[in-house]
């Protein structure tokens, strides 16, 4: 049996309860990471093969330990060309350095503006070129999220078919190419399904905002984890939320789709497509928020916000409209009416087909014959012992007993963050002490070195103007002595005995 490394929060065969996902932070700050992962280990489960997630620990040490248990390392990376994600992205470097199985990258993307300039110099520019070539000596190719990241990695030096080529989202292919959207009419009643970004224009989510109030059966679908936390504890984040102060946006128990039990967080991703396989319409600025209606054959409408977004959503070819089409006032059914819900069908064999080709090129075992014939996969058969967790609904919506757990969990969650955060301030205050001490101590010497010079450089001066005077002194006697000279010659007995000077010198 074959043994695989994933780089995964959770394998989507864990149950962890909320709070436990929360304190290990299982879905990477997002919960649309499950969807890498489910897609990853239905796609490469075989019977030959068997899948084992990372939890997120990216350490250079764990290499032998790694060598030994694994055959190989499949790492899913989403939006991991950005400035926070660089030292995660270094330390993944230093790690792949030393492993000598094979080590295989499944849909690197970045995380630029909406109309980025590829050659433009970043900072961390050569942190990726490492990176790229720790990996390419380790596998074949390279398997990227979009056109525009694989432009970025040829700026950097790598080419396009050789080095890199562009695969889509790897969590578009959980069923293979078998995706069959189905027809959609909107009434009052239909179900509708939100997913926002808090960075997304404000007339965006606006507009997004105020369907609550123009559908009943509306339900607002966060991704991030302080959105978690607030779901589930009704405090926003163990820290500053990152949404806290955005207006039009769902940030609140006081808001009003928090206020009607109109949320839903999802803790894996089978529960969640399977949940919007129930709802007639998804619309929104997130990309896994989309992913998981389209799976389901739901329709979606993506409103791409970025490049992140947009170079996704043109190679799916997903529905969608640019924010600048959106208006405040606009109904939902005319915005549905610019799109055609199917035009994602398209591109889904072509686009799988080649996801397998990138599969193929790196040798890498996948249960493509089951997903093109609609059979179970080996990892399905897995997935069915599962008992999957519900979605997290507010806390303002559980009874009595459940709301003073999750108050009580929620406390200890706090109480060991802080503790944790104590610990490290006091590890970080040691060393800016150590920092500080090492910077006096070289100040003093370098005071003390500065001090000597000064007093070589006094003592110079003083040698300089002494020896200054004597050469003036000098000078001044050589001036006098010069005077007398030409006195002497100008004498009429220098010049009466001139001839019997001469003579003498014959």
Known sequence: MKKILVRAGMSPLDTFSADEMIKRNS????????????????????????????????????????????????????????????????????????????????????????????????????????????????????????????????????????DHMVIGCPSMYTFGDNIKIRDTELNNNSAISINMTPTADQKVLKFLNDLSGQYKNLEFTPQDLDEMILTYSGTPSLGAAINSKVSNYPNSLNSAVYKNNQVKFFLSAPSWIDHMGTIDLSIGTRLHGNVAPILAGTPSIAIPIDARMRELTEYHNFPRVPVNEIREDMKLEELLGKVDVHSVEKNQKRNYDNFINFLDKNGIENVYHYNSKGLKTPFDGKLEQVNLKEPLIPITSCDAEEMTERLQKNFDIIVTKQEKEKNNNGKKLKVKTKAVSKLKNDLNEKSKELNEKNEAASKLKNDLEKKTEELNEKNRQNEELTLKVQTMENSKSWKLTKPLRNFGQK
């Open 27 to 162: 879905i990477g700050n997002n919960v649309g990471n499950l969807m890498y992962a489910y897609s990853v280990f239905r796609n490469l489960t075989t019977e030959n093969v068997e899948l084992t997630a990372d939890y997120y620990r990216a350490d250079p040490a764990d290499a032998d330990m790694i060598n030994e248990t694994y055959d190989s390392y499949v790492i899913p990376l989403a939006n991991a060309i950005r400035p926070s994600f660089i030292p995660t992205l270094k330390r993944y470097t230093a790690l792949i350095e030393k492993l000598k199985i094979p080590v295989f990258v499944v849909g690197m993307g970045m995380a630029f503006p909406y109309e980025p300039n590829v050659k433009q110099e970043r900072p961390f520019d050569n942190d990726v070129k490492h990176f790229v070539s720790a990996v390419l000596e380790k596998s074949n190719i390279l398997g990227l999220r979009g056109q525009i990241t694989s432009d970025y990695l040829s700026y950097l030096g790598f080419k396009e078919g050789r």
